[in-house]
């Protein structure tokens, strides 16, 4: 259980330093009224880290990290786009930089506040990531641009039609984990209350600043990630049950959480995409979605080419296996999906049916 612990801290290291909040940063002005604002974890980070304060040179800022897409690394935990990359395709907007990249942006067209490693708790990795609040008061500031710039009639407009997207809460439960690895039932269902209450108080802050369309990814299959599976000591080779366990519980609490704000807060609107359940029939099936490999990473080395650091000229140097295509990979490295498979999510966020995207799409989200 020691050797797992450590390996848990280090994944909380690298998921801190990949989900960084990352607000989008849009150059081109906005000609169809479309508004995306993104807040998560690394899933969601286009590269805010690397801005950060006290930022570090993390593996993702080097290749090859973005190599099928953009040809170089930028921050991304993925060899080309994330979910909120393809969604703001989707929505006829262009892909956006990281909201802490230097340099004046126009930000009519929204941003992304996402940071690697982030937490819905302040608690969670506060050295290595930006968590959930603090994205919160980058978009307090992202306002006050926008006020300047807009004045403030036309900022509560577009803050009205915009799309909330958020992916978050991950690193909380690893966190929570590798502290408690032998945590009962009411210590998890605490510390579930403390991170959706926590949420739940964000939620409506950026509806009280105008915000009426959120969208949410819920929580994925923690456990089954390749570095997980490669260091489970218990059954090795197989997921390791306990991380994904709280994000089931997560996501069992959320839809309630959010049909009660539905109830009580007039013109909210949401869409949940069912993210646990769509990737992990990927690891599990990945032929059924013209995928080829659902355990392994395709960047990497160890078992699974799952250790920590291996992708990219990190910390370990050069030395690492890559595979000849990503496109038939889930993972690209030992806990981040690949642009194929992001692409396939993305479509499901977008337009999924009820079974997978509920009650509305992104899509119908945007249009209602």
């Known amino acids: 259980m020691e050797n797992l612990s450590h390996f848990i801290v280090t994944f909380l290291v690298i ?19 479309a508004t995306l604002f993104v807040f998560g974890d690394s899933l969601f980070d286009p590269g805010n880290n690397q801005y950060r304060k006290g930022g570090t040179n993390d593996s993702s800022n080097n290749w090859p990290y973005g190599e099928s897409y953009f040809k170089h690394a930028t921050g991304r935990l993925s060899d080309g786009r994330l979910v909120p990359d393809f969604i703001a395709e989707f929505m006829k907007l262009p892909i956006c930089i990281p909201y802490l ?12 506040f996402a940071s690697a490693g982030a937490g819905v708790l302040v608690q969670t990795n506060p050295d290595t990531s930006i968590n959930l609040q603090l994205q919160l008061g980058y978009f307090k500031e992202l306002e006050k641009t926008l006020r300047q710039e807009l004045g403030v009639a036309e900022t509560k407009k577009t803050f009205g039609r915009a799309i909330y997207l958020f992916s978050i809460g991950g690193n909380d439960y690893f966190n929570f984990y590798n502290k408690h690895p032998n945590s009962n039932q009411a210590q998890r269902t605490q510390f579930l209350r403390m991170v959706i209450g926590n949420f739940t108080h964000v939620l409506k802050e950026v509806y009280e600043m105008g915000g009426r369309k959120f969208g949410f990814q819920n929580a994925g299959p923690l456990g089954c990630a390749p570095l997980m599976r490669a260091n489970n000591t218990k059954s090795p080779g197989h997921c390791i049950d306990e991380p994904s366990a709280m994000a089931r519980l997560h996501n069992r609490a959320l839809p ?8 009580k807060l007039p013109g909210f609107k949401y869409s949940t995409f069912d993210y646990y359940n769509s990737l992990i029939d990927r690891i599990k099936n990945p032929s059924k979605y013209g995928l080829k490999e659902g ?17 990219g000229q990190g910390q370990l140097g050069k030395d690492y296996e890559l595979c000849s295509n990503p496109k038939e990979y889930v993972h690209f490295d030992c806990a981040h999906t690949t642009e194929a498979t992001n692409l396939q999510l993305a479509k499901l966020l977008w337009e999924g049916p009820p079974t997978v995207t509920s009650p509305l799409s992104l899509k119908d989200l945007l249009n209602s």
């Open 295 to 311: 355990k392994s990473a395709c960047c990497g080395r160890g078992a699974y080419r799952a250790m920590l650091y291996s992708c």
């Open 256 to 263: 309630k959480v959010l049909k009660d704000l539905q109830n």
């Open 101 to 112: 990249r230097p340099g004046a942006h126009r930000f009519t067209q929204g941003a992304n």
């Open 15 to 33: 998921l801190t330093t990949s989900v960084l909040v990352c607000p989008v940063s849009c150059i081109r002005k906005n000609v169809g009224g």
